[in-house]
């Protein structure tokens, strides 16, 4: 086949040692292993607790294993793209400081923030440009130290988020695998629902902001919960229509590691066993831009070329959609 498609080749990912476990949890806010577990599915999540590093850390570290599993040369990376929504400065690019750090220095690089689709928003321009022609070779790395915008005095968000990192290598592919299609949507109207409100233009910070607590995340969980079961669904749903794809033709789910009840409700909706959903929500939280890549790091071994995999995703702002991607190898 003459037309190119982008496929993933290569994947790798890094989560910090310490282990914040419900029971930890219980010591520092009102709440209990059973709550938790029961509606999020979560049982623990890494915390990066070095003051001194953020997210750049992680997702350096996520990369160089790939590097070194693919065994491939930093100086081939024609592009890095950083999906994160923690990026270590607000204006300094943390994706251009990881490319050199990795030693992709042929590489040009940027930030891509849409919250917890960030990965697979990324997908979606990593295999574009790899589409164009011009690229062969380009590194999406998914990234957040959540840890570093979580007030550990809220139970309502504390609970959910974990810091990690996940990285995969899109090149261009003539047999027809890799990304075939994507539906990616948004809404303005939620970024009220999940946000931090000071830090940004609209509310810069101030003495003020600080002691309010307006630098850490906020939800209106009930909000969130309903929009992101509708759209994770319905984005899942309508890929397989587009493409005559039956639960049956799927191999796998990979969906965002939010919530194990909004995964759930998913793979109903595609009527898919559980067998194929794949899930790491128990020991990693919800890693926001890293859920996607750390979970195909978990079940690589799993993949077999050709495998149908669709991808879901739901974050603030509102984002979300679904991709469908067919695997381009099997794990040696």
Known sequence: MNTITAAITAVGAYVPDFVLSNKVLETMVDTND????????????????????????????????????????????????????????????TGVYVATQIGATNAFAYDLQAACSSFLYGMSTAAAYIQSGRYKKVLLIGADKMSSIVDYTDRATCIIFGDGAGAVLFEPNHEGLGLQDEYLRSDGLGRDYLKISAGGSLIPTTEETVKNRQHNIIQDGKTVFKFAVTNMADASELILKRNNLSHEDVSWLVPHQANKRIIDATASRMNLEDSKVLMNIEKFGNTTSATLPLVLNDFEHLFKKGDNIIFAAFGGGFTWGSIYLKWAYDKK
Do not use: H, Y
Request: no cysteine; net charge negative.
């Open 34 to 93: 059973e709550w938790i577990t029961t509606r999020t599915g979560i049982k623990e999540r890494r915390i990066l607790k070095d003051a001194d590093k953020g997210t750049s850390f992680l997702a350096i570290k996520a990369a160089q294993d790939l590097i070194a599993k693919a065994n491939i040369d930093p100086l081939e990376i024609d592009m890095v793209i950083m999906a994160t929504a923690t990026a270590d400065m607000p204006v300094a690019s």
